[in-house]
């Protein structure tokens, strides 16, 4: 693995696969004791990227699958013009690192939003094990199928709803992946800017800002700064079942 990326070490992966309290989330269930040890063994080292820094870049050469182990990043490319725009966010016990499996070479810039962790794949190593263990490659099928639905709902988003629509689409997807995970369905700190949503949903600055004091106005939220309270998700599902074909 290169490590030519500032900011980012290498260091020894010392909680093992098989004791990860991500394991359901990102690996089958049901792997032998022989099977997680191998695995192990593959995933033999993490990084840690300080907020603000690059895990990959678009252009560099696709080697490795990364398990947001802590943490969160956002992906996003250039455009002709030289501005970014946000493709995703992605929190802990989901992948980075798709986007390089077609061409070898990364398409995005992934890059931390705090101080974070991933657990490195080796992508070859995982086809050679894949081949040997057909559960390991069924969930990878089922993730990448997963990453597919999610571009096609993006694409929802910034086809045919409002500002509105949007940002409420977004806050229950983001809310129900935090209560996949443990966390609380109804409060949650918000890891990106309004900037960065506006860029994700197609919304200027302006609009983002304009639609959650709408949204606290209404008491659908309660809104501080970056801590988010929702008060009403009915609300926000209901914006979005208005749009549902």
């Known amino acids: 693995m ?39 063994d593959m995933v033999a080292t993490r990084r840690s990227v300080a907020r603000g820094d690059t895990l ?56 931390a939003l705090e101080d974070s962790q991933v657990c490195v794949i080796p992508y070859q190593e995982l086809e050679d094990l894949s081949r040997e ?19 096609h709902g993006v694409m929802l988003l910034l086809g045919s709803m409002r500002a509105e629509e949007r940002l409420a689409a977004f806050l229950l997807n ?14 949650l700190i918000l890891r990106m800017t309004r900037e960065e949503i506006g860029s994700y949903l197609g919304l200027k600055l302006e609009t983002v800002s304009r639609t959650f004091s ?13 801590h988010i309270h929702v008060l009403d998700p009915a609300a926000l599902q209901k914006l979005v079942n208005s749009t549902a074909c």
């Open 2 to 40: 290169t490590t030519a990326n500032t900011g980012i070490r290498l260091e020894p992966f010392k909680v093992a696969c098989s004791s990860c309290n991500l394991r359901e989330l990102c690996l089958p269930v049901g792997m032998s004791n022989d099977q997680l040890e191998r695995l192990d």
């Open 133 to 151: 263990f057909s559960d390991l490659q069924r969930q990878f099928h089922k993730i990448m199928s997963r990453e597919i639905v999610r571009d």
């Open 214 to 226: 709408k949204f606290q106005d209404d008491g659908v939220l309660e809104v501080k700064q970056r």
């Open 56 to 111: 990959f870049r678009a252009g560099d050469p696709f080697q490795a699958l990364y398990a947001v182990r802590t943490g969160f990043f956002k992906t996003c490319v250039s455009s002709e013009d030289g501005r970014d725009q946000v493709t995703g966010f992605q929190m802990a016990g989901e992948l980075l690192g798709l986007d390089g499996i077609g061409t070898e070479r990364h398409t995005c810039d992934s890059v």
């Open 174 to 187: 983001l809310t129900q992946r935090l209560q996949t995970r443990g966390f609380s369905a109804s409060s």
